[in-house]
């Protein structure tokens, strides 16, 4: 399968290429070079706001997998406007075009960290992927436009779509404060290679590790993806520094206005 990644050169896109390089042609892009290109069938180095860059990027590839994006929930709508919104939906329009098959979008577990228990909801945690998205800050809001307009390509039939609300990614939680979403590499991996695989129109998939004290269920995404993470963040409980909450940090407060 041929597979375009968007976003290649960023923090989930250095650790996902390895994972996909086996059984996979890759073809990576950002707008600085990505690290891991040695994995990578095709490098191109370009801003996805460049007319016709999405187009020709997306020629003769099977697969989207679209990590481009602005990931910090505490910035405002000017700086998640153009990569979140305007870059998503021109990269939507681009592999719509260019026929791709398979789209996997890079969403988030803030597009339902309204339900986490910061969000005043104690009772509302395990989060399952069933209830209304929900999310506690711009960015997360973002992450179900995303999702929604990912949506309209899925029902036209063009495509299928496989959104994954992705925990906090990295090789191991940098403090204890994201021992509730931490997504591992392997499990990362993992969700993508079955995203890509699955046989599903569409859908939106909370993805962290086994984690035991995990805010969501993981449940949708065992059944229908057949996602089943071997890490679990409880390994690295009594070594990782302390550290606040990861989750809806970004609440807006009252008068605020970004
Ligand atoms: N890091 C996480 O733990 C995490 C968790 C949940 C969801 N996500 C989502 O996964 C995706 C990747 O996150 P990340 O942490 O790797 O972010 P990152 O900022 O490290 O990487 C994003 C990459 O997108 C590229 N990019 C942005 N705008 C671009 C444009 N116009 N043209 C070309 N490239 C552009 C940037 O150069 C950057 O390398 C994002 O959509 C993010 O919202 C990340």
Redesign the pocket.
Known sequence: MRVLI??A?????QLLAPELAPGHQLRL????LPPGGAVADEVVV????EPGLAERLCDGVDALVH?????RPGDGWDRLR??NVD?LTAVLEAAVLAGVRRVVL????HAMGGYHPLARRPEAVPVRDDWLPHPCCRYGAT?VFAEAAARVYADSGAMSVVCLR?????PAPAHRGWLDTWLGTADLGQAVRRALSAEIGFGAYSITSANTRGMCDLGAARRELGYAPTENSETYAESVPDGPPTMCAARLSTGERR
């Open positions: 968007t976003g050169a960023g923090g989930v896109g892009t950002d707008v600085r370009g801003d996805l706001t990590l481009a994006g602005n990931p153009g990569p870059v890079a969403s988030s577990v992450k992705l925990g906090g990614v990295r």
